[in-house]
């Protein structure tokens, strides 16, 4: 079965940094695209950054590039985003989702089956 965990929310002050953490299991980490999703309460959700397990590409939306840096560990199976010059406007809950896709911005404008949708972690930034 196809698993993943996010991992490392809190509440931080604006321009402050996080890193979180999607440890996953169940399917191999070169056949597919891993990303980064985060929902606001009477907001859709939205797809932040995705890295294709196969090459290292990377998408980035515009609200977070320049801002956010996703990586991957194939060794550990998790795929991380740090997050820096936190704004209040990035509270929401993060969550991290797998596709067998191709291209990373495949991942991060769709629908993807596979997520922490059940839960995730609640990112929390104070003015």
């Known amino acids: 079965d196809v698993q993943l965990q996010a991992s490392g929310g809190g509440l931080v002050q604006a321009g402050g940094s996080l890193k979180l953490s999607c440890t996953a299991s169940?399917?191999?980490?070169?056949?597919?695209?891993i990303g980064w999703f985060r929902q606001a309460p009477g907001k859709e959700r939205e797809g932040l950054s995705c890295?294709?397990?196969?090459?290292?590409?990377?998408y980035y939306a515009d609200s977070v590039k320049g801002r956010f840096t996703i990586s991957i560990d194939s060794a550990k199976n998790t795929v991380y985003l740090q997050m820096d010059s936190l704004r209040p406007d990035d509270t929401a809950i993060y969550y991290c989702?797998?596709?067998?896709?191709?291209?990373?911005?495949?991942?991060?404008?769709?629908?993807?089956?596979?997520?922490?949708w059940g839960q995730g972690t609640q990112v929390t930034v104070s003015s």
């Open positions: 989702a797998t596709e067998p896709t191709v291209l990373p911005q495949t991942l991060c404008h769709g629908a993807p089956r596979f997520g922490s």
């Open positions: 169940g399917f191999t980490f070169g056949d597919n695209v």
């Open positions: 890295i294709s397990g196969r090459d290292f590409s990377t």
